[in-house]
């Protein structure tokens, strides 16, 4: 049987973006299941009012699979041949953080920047609130860049890190958030993606829109 990944909107929902590019990543056939927008779970998880975080949800060879995180040790665990994670014990370390700090973290970021990918807002002016939070990315991808030589976080080959963090190289486009040179060739990379050009194309045609998540300026 081939596997499942439930989703939510592509527009919207940073989560789902994560899961799916981690089942690509690792190269498991798989087929979409798409949560409707008028869903109330799946509209309260977008809206950041949700207890927990249900979708994506990963459904492969018996085994459901929900949060972000666990689809990726998930996948590490079927899909080893994909090196989702660093080969050396000392970056799979640092790898393993991160993730984790991106999983549990950052809200501020993502109540004042919601993901949406069809929106653009030059000379977005970000909440005070949300600027601890971006130094802390900006300093994560700094350190990441510089200690494995990019052009992904880890090196030449693309990693778990690079899924969990896509969802803000996509924020940062849509609210033209400054970056220093090495992070925005980091973005650059990753929306350059075949698979994040993929996920965008089909966000933008997606044809519902949840009005409490298009900001007016």
């Known amino acids: 049987m081939r596997a499942s990944l439930t989703l939510s909107s592509k527009n919207y929902s940073s989560w789902s973006l994560r899961g799916w590019l981690l089942v690509r990543f690792a190269g498991l056939p798989f087929d979409e299941v798409m949560v409707s927008p008028d869903d109330a779970d799946a509209r309260k998880e977008l809206l950041l009012l949700a207890p927990s975080i249900r979708v994506p949800c990963l459904s492969h060879e018996g085994a459901k699979v929900w949060n972000t995180l666990a689809i990726a040790q998930y996948l590490d665990e079927v899909c080893p041949q994909a090196g989702l ?45 949300a600027q601890p939070d971006i130094a802390r990315v900006l300093e994560i991808w700094t350190d990441c860049l510089a200690t494995y030589g990019g052009p992904y976080l880890f090196g030449e080959r693309r990693t778990i890190a690079d899924a969990m963090f896509a969802p803000v190289c996509t924020r940062f486009h849509t609210y033209d958030v400054p970056l220093p040179e090495p992070c925005r060739r980091y973005c650059e990379t990753i929306l350059a993606m075949p698979e994040m050009q993929e996920w965008i194309a089909a966000a933008k045609a997606e044809p519902d829109d949840i009005e409490e998540l298009d900001m007016d300026f």
Not at 103 to 108: M, T
């Open 85 to 129: 994670l660093p080969a050396d014990r000392l970056a799979r370390a640092h790898c393993r953080s991160i993730c984790g700090e991106m999983n549990s973290g950052f809200a501020n970021l993502r109540a004042s920047l919601p993901m949406n990918l069809k929106a653009r807002h030059p000379g977005f002016k970000v909440w005070a609130g």
